[in-house]
């Protein structure tokens, strides 16, 4: 950080103008952060995924069309023997509930759409909000047992 000497009736601006670069330097350092988080998360997910089911049979972000007929991004969708299985990856976040909430009902609302499977770290941070995903899918913990991801496409 540079500090330089300036005048009593610049003061103000430089004050705003150096709180401003603060806040983005903070900004860009919380998203990043959180990138990185959710990229280990999908990671994980992934790596669940493929131990749990022949990796043959597990896309990676693939796309599904909701009752509404838009494409939505999924996390993993899984050709099991009963039939497709999405997992979707979601957090505490307000957007993240929202954006899982709002993808997953519609594709809950097709006819034949596949089974849904919403995949968190911790279920109990997530809160009340949690009964949003949960009325359109099983949430199952990110780090539980191979077996309840078989259980979960049976």
Do not use: C, W
């Not at 709180?19 to 860009?28: G, N, P, R």
């Not at 957007?95 to 009902?105: D, E, M, P, Q, R």
């Not at 034949?112 to 199952?140: E, Y």
């Amino acid at each position: 950080m540079l500090f330089m000497r300036v005048a009593a009736h610049q003061l103000r601006g430089a004050i705003i103008s150096m709180a401003t670069l603060i806040k983005e330097v903070v900004d860009e350092t919380v998203a990043r952060s959180i990138k990185a988080k959710a990229e280990s998360s999908l990671e994980r997910l992934y790596e669940r995924l493929d131990m749990a089911f022949d990796a043959s049979k597990v896309a990676h972000d693939a796309e599904v069309i909701g009752a509404s007929t838009a494409g939505y991004r999924v996390d993993a969708l899984v050709r099991a023997e009963t039939g497709d299985v999405v997992f979707d990856l979601f957090t505490k976040d307000p957007n993240s509930v929202s954006s899982t909430f709002t993808k997953l009902s519609d594709i809950y609302r097709l006819d034949d759409g596949p089974k849904l499977v919403a995949v968190t770290r911790d279920p109990d941070a997530v809160g009340p909000k949690l009964q949003l995903i949960s009325s359109v899918a099983p949430v199952i913990r990110l780090d539980s047992a191979v077996e309840v991801f078989r259980k979960q496409a049976a």
